[in-house]
């Protein structure tokens, strides 16, 4: 079994009876869903971390450049 860290967090109080009902609804407790989301999310930023490391060395164009042409060929104001 992982080692697990008790902690206290302060979560919206909406979002925190939308887990209490899905934890009732799904018979899962709080912290394996809140666990299972951070893990999610900190997934999504190392497989997010990777793209940008693997395109770091990609030519770039500046976003002011790219307003510029938008602007003269009629697509933005």
Request: proline content about 4%.
């Amino acid at each position: 079994m992982p080692q697990t860290q008790r902690t206290t967090i302060y979560l919206n109080a909406k979002l925190y009876r939308a887990l209490k009902l899905k934890a009732a609804l799904t018979d899962r407790a709080l912290s394996e869903l809140v666990n299972e989301a951070l893990a999610f999310c900190l997934t999504e930023d190392a497989i997010d971390s990777e793209a940008l490391r693997k395109r770091a060395k990609e030519p770039s164009r500046p976003f002011a450049a790219v307003l510029r042409d938008l602007r003269k060929d009629g697509i933005i104001g």
